[in-house]
């Protein structure tokens, strides 16, 4: 069973919105910064937020203004409101976990996140 399952996925226009979850079972959550990623065909995997585990959010400057970053540490979940949404936000979006002993979210490079979610497929069409 994963530890990290996303879900949300899905088609929508542009101008849309599209809400990810990603549920956490079988780590100790609250211990964990949590990040979103996303991929396209062909492109490198590719940070778009992180969130430490008081609550700070960090964007990636494609995305900042139009999508949100949250966490509930209470139901070990994970969530990504997308905005505004473009043909280019077009990916297979991940959820991640990196071990984070200040509770801070240290890095954007994906090698050193512990755990990784399958992914949920988001398409944009204009």
């Known amino acids: 069973q994963d530890r990290l399952v996303e879900s949300g996925g899905g088609s929508e226009q542009a101008g849309g919105s599209l809400r990810l979850s990603c549920a956490a079972s079988?780590?100790?959550?609250?211990?964990?910064?949590m990040g979103w990623f996303r991929q396209a065909p062909g492109k490198e995997r590719e940070w778009v937020s992180y969130i430490s585990t008081s609550g700070n959010a960090t964007y990636a400057d494609s995305v900042k203004g139009r999508f949100t970053i949250s966490r509930d540490n209470a139901k070990n979940t994970l969530y990504l409101q997308m905005n505004s949404l473009k043909p280019e936000d077009t990916a297979r979006y991940y959820c991640?976990?990196?071990?984070?002993?200040?509770?801070?979210?240290?890095?954007?490079?994906?090698?050193?996140?512990?755990?990784w979610g399958q992914g949920t497929q988001v398409d944009v069409s204009s």
């Open positions: 079988r780590i100790t959550y609250i211990r964990y910064c």
């Open positions: 991640a976990a990196e071990f984070s002993g200040d509770g801070a979210c240290n890095t954007v490079v994906p090698t050193t996140y512990d755990f």
